[in-house]
């Protein structure tokens, strides 16, 4: 029988796990909006709004891998992943904005992207499920 997750894991997997499902819903639906090509222009010709894209994904992906060292399941190392992630994003923005939007750039293919977010909305359903389901009572 498998481990509870730890309590940490839990409470990030309950916060985490339906932002990520949520907006990757959201995200499914809305892709051609948000792959034209003036979505994504207006966001990286505005400097301010691409250093506080980077800066807010370097708090939070600091904040997840200070609170969360964690690396003993398949849920916390979802977790911790995602801190990797955001903090590797962010540190991207901000120093090589250029660089990331030619990425995204050539990334910003409907079909591909509503792929994506359809998996990352799974992940996120089962993060959230990890997070708020009741774990089972311990035996004495």
């Known amino acids: 029988m498998a481990m509870p997750p730890d309590?940490?894991?839990?409470?990030?997997?309950?916060?985490?796990g339906p932002f990520v499902a949520i907006v990757s819903v959201?995200?499914?639906f809305r892709m051609p909006e948000i792959t034209?090509?003036?979505?994504?222009?207006?966001f990286f010709q505005n400097p301010v709004l691409v250093w506080i894209a980077g800066a807010t994904l370097v708090l939070f992906g600091i904040l997840i891998l200070a609170q969360h060292p964690i690396w003993s399941s398949a849920p916390a190392v979802?977790?911790?992943?995602?801190g990797w992630i955001l903090l590797a994003r962010g540190i991207a923005l901000l120093t090589v904005p250029q660089a990331y939007e030619r990425i995204v750039l050539t990334l910003a293919n409907v079909t591909g992207l509503?792929?994506?977010?359809?998996?990352?909305?799974?992940?996120?359903?089962?993060?959230?499920?990890?997070?708020?389901?009741?774990?089972?009572?311990?035996?004495?």
């Open 78 to 82: 979802g977790i911790s992943l995602f």
């Open 114 to 140: 509503r792929i994506g977010a359809g998996l990352l909305a799974i992940i996120g359903i089962w993060l959230a499920s990890v997070g708020w389901r009741t774990p089972p009572a311990s035996r004495p």
């Open 36 to 42: 034209a090509t003036a979505f994504l222009d207006a």
């Open 26 to 28: 959201i995200a499914v």
């Open 7 to 16: 309590p940490r894991t839990r409470a990030f997997a309950r916060v985490i």
